[in-house]
């Protein structure tokens, strides 16, 4: 099956692993034993791959700045596939990151038609109160906005967009002549929103995760391009040494560069036409280019701030597996029967568990002889993306199910009722977010 990421299309992702190899994405498995606490969507492998994230990792080890940033589409009703990209921006929060929130106005009202009232409506009652709800908390270094309220998010689209031209997006997203601008815009949009957390008036470069279903990728490898071409400088390691080459940077910055690596004392800096390199490389702790890249990388980066530009980080990203739906195939905000609503009645959630596909077999007596298959069980999947916190209770029901002792009626009205309760309860903490919108900076709409 050909592998196809499509952000706004339908997605086969059949096989994860391919998009390590195809597409470059890194497994998270990896870097899993260096998080002391992991979110329960990392240890369970439902994050399965990542670009960069070491280099958040060590700013939250490091107590350093860092952010996250995500964006949702306000298109209909959110559901718990959205819930995870909501959970993973508030555990990063918790982690001491700055932390953006997008509602994706702009893009849905380019690429869908959805007008503005519409979005604002649909924005809020479906994805700001829960994003609250759920923990997002306000401070004065995170944000929940509307794309088309944040100018200085804007204003960075339209600069972007001076490094990215026709052909490229169009083979990107596979535009042509017939493709609006308006939605070209928003492509531009949600670079800027990933980028933008960077701004100095937002604390200046830092490591920014973006954490995204694996639709999301071609937006973050071009977000990522972007990032780099703004640079002004290469900073990269060779044998022995490290380069430090000028894009396009005049004199000026060239000789600010020559400068400020001479004042830093740890090697023997030589200048060019248009590159550094520093070489003879000796910091007093023995450490060599590898070691002192990324410090080396700042002091450049910080350079070009000073000179007005933007010494953009190539934002990293977290990727998160999608959840099969209860007709089985992609859980779809366009298929209500494939979802369970965030704003669901419980009632009606229950149903829809009971009516769910399973990985039952075709009689009593078949899934007695061969067991149920646990892992083609939409309802399972729900214990593990979602319902459960214990991990020897999902081991033991995976085990009963498999030797088929364990019956899918069971299944379903244990899991039915988890999900009444769970819902009851956010629908509750939702109604308290309302009140605390102000706080938020947005104005309840009821
Ligand atoms: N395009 C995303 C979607 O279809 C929404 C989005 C907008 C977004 N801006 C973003 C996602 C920034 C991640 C980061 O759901």
Not at 64 to 69: A, C, T
Not at 158 to 183: C, D, P, Q
Not at 392 to 408: I, P
Request: aromatic fraction near 8%; include cysteine.
């Amino acid at each position: 099956m050909e592998l196809k990421l499509d952000p706004w299309g339908a997605v086969h992702v059949d096989d994860y692993n391919k998009l390590f190899l195809e597409f470059g994405i890194s497994s998270f498995e990896e870097i899993l034993p260096q998080l002391k606490e992991p979110h329960q969507y990392m240890a369970r492998k439902i994050i399965f791959g990542h670009r960069n994230y070491d280099a958040v990792l060590r700013a939250m080890q490091k107590h350093e700045p860092f952010g996250v940033m995500s964006g949702f589409m306000p298109t209909g009703r959110a559901h718990f596939g959205h819930m995870m990209v909501m959970n993973e921006i508030i555990w990063h929060q918790q982690q001491g990151g700055d932390a953006f929130a997008a509602v994706a106005d702009m893009e849905a009202h380019a690429v869908r038609g959805i007008s503005w009232e519409r979005c604002r409506s649909l924005g809020i009652n479906e994805y700001i109160l829960s994003l609250i709800a759920l923990g997002f908390e306000p401070n004065e270094k995170s944000h929940i906005y509307f794309q088309s309220k944040n100018y200085k998010m804007r204003n960075l689209a339209f600069e972007l967009g001076r490094e990215a031209n026709f052909s490229e997006v169009s083979s990107i997203y596979g535009f042509s002549g017939e493709t609006h601008i308006s939605h070209m815009e928003s492509v531009m949009a949600q670079s800027a929103d990933i980028l933008h957390p960077q701004l100095k008036e937002f604390g200046g470069p830092k490591p920014v995760v973006i954490p995204v279903g694996a639709d999301q990728d071609p937006h973050i490898k071009l977000t990522r391009d972007l990032a780099y071409r703004m640079r002004k400088f290469l900073v990269e390691q060779r044998e022995g040494y490290i380069s430090i080459r000028g894009k396009a940077a005049d004199q000026e910055l060239m000789a600010a560069a020559e400068e400020a690596l001479l004042e830093t004392g740890l090697g023997r800096v030589k200048r060019y036409e248009e590159h550094i390199d520093l070489t003879e490389i000796q910091d007093g702790l023995g450490r060599g280019p590898a070691a002192l890249l990324e410090e080396i990388d700042r002091i450049i980066i910080n350079l070009e701030i000073e000179h007005g530009h933007y010494g953009f980080i190539p934002p990293a990203s977290i990727y998160h597996r999608f959840m099969t739906g209860l007709t089985g195939g992609k859980m779809s905000s366009s298929k209500p029967e494939s979802h369970i609503a965030l704003t669901e009645d419980p009632k009606e959630a229950g149903k829809k568990i009971m009516r769910a596909i399973t990985g039952g077999r075709q009689s009593l007596a078949e899934q007695k002889k061969l067991g149920g298959e646990p892992d083609k069980c939409s309802i399972y999947e729900f214990l593990v993306f979602h319902l459960s916190q214990d991990d020897r209770e999902l081991l033991e029901l995976d085990a009963e199910c498999r030797s088929g002792r364990r019956m899918c009626g069971t299944c379903k009205k244990d899991v039915a009722e988890r999900i009444e309760r769970f819902l009851r309860e956010h629908q509750q903490a939702r109604e308290a977010a309302r009140e605390r919108l102000p706080e938020f900076g947005i104005k309840n709409l009821g």
